[in-house]
């Protein structure tokens, strides 16, 4: 698997390997200029391999992930290296921790020379990009371009910068583009997880649960507009909260409690600051965590109304807590996920909302780790429009034996199939690759 970088590390190595790009440009590979580039890039390569496991650069819509780190359009480095890579039909560029500057000298040669033949480098391996469109990988990129935009939006929250909601706005369009073209996306989108990234990328999900919900309540452009970004942003006000307490994995005090209690006013007030946003998501982020029935904090007046769209995010919030791993507590399967949400229906959440969440994501839905009558694990592919289990990707033998890649089939499940559903994922159970690998 491909290993993760600090983003220092990160800007570090794009930073040398796009020096070398230029001074190769402009000078002859002796050249002394060359030379220095050649050798800054050979230290950053020694600080980044820090395991034995490859590093991915990868590309899409012109922008740049960097070992696991996102950088957008508005890095001039990552721009211009990943235009390159893209008008050469590449979607990954692989560095195994042998690479040397000299290897990627000539590749950077092969890649500016724009030459028919294909590279071949066994320290540098390249994979080709998908010209069909194909919905899953469309929506991988947008997801990580939203991650990145929202890491963006809060770092300039951190150094006392109003940010510039422009990129955010512009990933929450695309998503509500392709939920649209591919309803069921949403179903696996939000299946993508990463424990070091959880503020960021459960933000990104929270955006993509209320887009699906908001979809099924057929609400207009402009409404989707605001619950996209209002569940983009809804956890912002978690940059003015202390990091020790928002990572705390133990039982908060009260005065932590109260502490985090406060993010969504901050939320509130940092957003009204941006220019640019829908008037509406400054309260959806503010009412987030306020209940149906009148609880909930921040408090609000007796019988206040909240915004008929701030109960999309609360619900969609909760739902993805829930489902993923946290510092403090470990992921819920997504069926007893499922069934709280139906528990707090008529209290904690809006009835409605619930019925509209349910409909589009089924009691069990798309990747859940199920229990098949004949005895073999597998994980949910596909539902029907009742939310009943139809398609199943088979993950183990009835002895709890895994199955190797080539043998976790897809199979076709009928009523009665589905026992129960399993409660505890094998690390090597990758629940969104399940779903979005070729069927």
């Known amino acids: 698997m491909p290993q993760r970088v600090t983003r220092t590390d990160a800007e570090l190595l794009l930073k040398t390997l796009h020096a070398l790009f230029k001074t190769r440009a402009l000078y002859p590979p002796g050249h002394g200029a060359v030379q220095k580039a050649a050798q800054a890039l050979d230290r950053a390569l020694v600080d980044v391999f820090q395991t034995p496991d490859p590093l991915l650069l990868g590309v899409a819509d012109g922008y740049l992930v960097v070992g696991?780190?996102?950088?957008?359009?508005?890095n001039l480095q990552a721009r211009e290296l990943g235009q390159r890579l893209e008008a050469r039909g590449l979607e990954g560029v692989l560095l195994l921790p042998t690479v040397r500057s000299t290897d990627l000298a000539g590749f950077l040669e092969w890649l500016r020379a724009g030459e028919a033949q294909e590279w071949e480098n066994p320290r540098v391996t390249v994979t080709r990009l998908n010209r069909e469109g194909e919905a899953w990988a469309r929506g991988r990129r947008l997801h990580l371009k939203a991650v990145a935009a929202l890491e963006s939006v809060c770092r300039d929250v951190e150094q006392g910068r109003i940010p510039d909601p422009t990129h955010?706005?512009?990933?929450?369009?695309g998503l509500a583009q392709l939920l649209d073209e591919h309803p069921t996306l949403v179903r696996g989108l939000t299946l993508l997880k990463d424990y070091d990234q959880y503020t960021y990328f459960h933000s990104v999900n929270v955006s993509v649960l209320a887009l699906g919900i908001g979809r099924q309540i057929k609400l207009t452009d402009p409404e989707l507009e605001c619950i996209g970004i209002g569940g983009l942003f809804h956890d912002i006000g978690k940059t003015r909260t202390p990091v020790d307490v928002i990572r705390k994995p133990g039982r908060l005090s009260i005065n932590e409690v109260t502490l985090v209690r406060w993010h969504p006013v901050y939320g509130r007030d940092i957003l009204d600051q941006m220019a640019g946003l829908p008037p509406a998501v400054p309260r959806l982020v503010y009412e987030h965590h306020m209940r149906f029935d009148g609880g909930g904090y921040p408090g609000r007046p007796e019988r206040a109304p909240l915004h008929p769209l701030s109960q999309l995010i609360a619900v969609s919030d909760v739902y993805d807590a829930m489902t993923t791993h946290r510092p403090y507590s470990a992921p819920l399967p997504l069926p007893v996920a499922v069934q709280a949400?139906?528990?707090?229906?008529?209290?904690?959440?809006?009835?409605?909302?619930?019925?509209?969440?349910?409909?589009m994501m089924g009691p069990t839905p798309v990747g859940s780790l199920v229990r098949l009558a004949s005895g073999e694990a597998a994980v949910v592919t596909r539902i029907g429009d009742e939310g009943a289990v139809n398609e199943v990707r088979l993950y183990s033998t009835p002895a709890g034996t895994l199955l190797a890649e080539a043998e976790q089939l897809l199979r076709p499940v009928g009523s009665g199939d589905v026992t129960g559903w399993v409660t505890s994922l094998s690390p090597r159970i990758d629940p969104f690759k399940a779903v979005s690998s070729g069927r």
């Open 341 to 359: 949400l139906v528990e707090g229906s008529g209290t904690q959440l809006e009835p409605a909302v619930v019925r509209a969440f349910l409909s």
């Open 68 to 74: 696991g780190v996102a950088f957008l359009g508005d």
């Open 168 to 173: 955010a706005q512009e990933c929450v369009a």
